[in-house]
């Protein structure tokens, strides 16, 4: 059985449309909660401000690290857009991969909404996480 990962309606919407603010560039942030459920949402900035890579600006990154840790959540996903690709890994998204207990969550626009994808990666080898929207 395929793992789930459950994210609140609210968080979708938050972070599509957080996304939609960073095109033409690629966004970024990071999700926390419990137990494959998020309970909240860190946009990052992406210091590449580019629309086919991104890094996380570090100083955000500890920030939200640190209230992650102080709020007794654990680091569940990093999520990304592809402005203009699929809402598959890329050959850098593989390569730089240095959470495997994390779900790398991808948003690609189509048409005029997003999809969205989730991924465990992990020494290279992919394997597909269900994202259920939750009320």
């Not at 990093?78 to 730089?96: F, L």
Request: glycine content about 6%.
């Amino acid at each position: 059985m395929e793992p789930t990962l459950k994210i609140p309606s609210n968080f979708i919407h938050s972070i599509e449309t957080y996304m939609q603010s960073c095109l033409p560039e690629e966004g970024c942030g990071l999700l926390a909660g419990v137990d494959n459920l998020i309970l909240d949402w860190y946009p990052i900035t992406n210091t590449l401000h580019d629309p086919v890579l991104y890094q996380m600006d570090a100083q955000e990154q500890l920030t939200a690290f640190l209230e992650i840790e102080n709020r007794g959540m654990q680091l569940l996903a990093i999520v990304h857009s592809h402005p203009r690709g699929q809402s598959y890994p890329s050959i850098t998204d593989i390569s730089e991969a240095y959470y495997p207990e994390v779900v790398y969550i991808i948003y690609a626009p189509k048409d005029r909404s997003w999809v969205i994808s989730g991924y465990s990666i992990n020494e290279g080898k992919l394997k597909n996480v269900k994202i259920e929207e939750i009320e």
